[in-house]
């Protein structure tokens, strides 16, 4: 998954020195799944003898992109929705998003048969929907 960065947000103290940077991030596998998120960078995150004041956009970006996989497991899924055609379900929308330390982000995903090998679709519950996001967030997120 390519991810974007769509904003960068400052938090300067009273002696002009930057305390945290919001990076927002947005993601999105076509058809299956959207990423949008507010990944929060302190200065615990960077190397020893750096500060957020010496790193580029860029830099930021790459900090907070390396966090993102570290929450993904962590989603509250929130809601899930079947859609439905010709009074049979054709496929499932869940929502799943996390507010943690400072950083905020929502997961959609669009799941279909596919994504469940060993029951009908109409049959999905709540863990199995949430095994099939699992299973997508960690092929667009491996971790090493």
């Known amino acids: 998954m390519d991810l974007l960065n769509t904003s960068i947000s400052y938090s300067i103290d009273g002696a002009g020195n930057t305390t945290s940077v ?6 999105e596998v076509e058809n299956r799944l959207t990423v949008t998120a507010n ?9 020893e003898g750096s500060t957020l004041d010496d790193l580029s956009k860029r830099e930021l970006f790459t900090l907070a992109t390396a ?29 799943s998003n996390l507010s943690n330390t400072g950083s905020y982000i929502t997961v ?11 029951k009908p679709i109409g049959s999905v519950g709540y863990e199995d929907v949430k095994a099939a996001v699992k299973t997508i967030l960690n092929k667009e997120f491996p971790t090493s």
């Open 22 to 27: 919001i990076a927002g991030i947005r993601g």
């Open 39 to 47: 990944i929060t960078v302190y200065p615990e995150d960077l190397a």
């Open 67 to 95: 966090k993102l996989p570290d929450f993904l497991p962590h989603l509250t899924y929130t809601n899930y929705q079947f859609f439905v055609q010709n009074d049979a379900p054709v496929r499932v929308t869940a929502y």
């Open 108 to 118: 959609n995903s669009t799941l279909d048969q596919s994504d469940f090998t060993d």
